[in-house]
């Protein structure tokens, strides 16, 4: 979840940071993901599930993550 905060804190206000494969190699859903978006969501990150299309007809997928109130004039903070 770390490097997830991380990537959100130093994406431009008004972007955002995509996640996949939400599945695993046998098609499972990662187990986990409610938690995840349920923690993000305290860390004031907004989280979405998007299917998206692959370019060969086929949907799938993705995690996106964006920072819920960040002013897109401020820069990040570089403070850890």
Known sequence: MAA???LV???AADGEVRVQPLHD???RRCG???RLRYALGGRR???EVR???DGDGRTRGVLVLRAVGRDPRRRPSSRL
Do not use: K
């Open 25 to 27: 190699g046998h098609g």
């Open 45 to 47: 990150i907004a989280s």
């Open 32 to 34: 986990h993901l409610d």
């Open 4 to 6: 997830l905060i991380e």
């Open 51 to 53: 299917q998206v299309s």
């Open 9 to 11: 804190r130093v994406t």
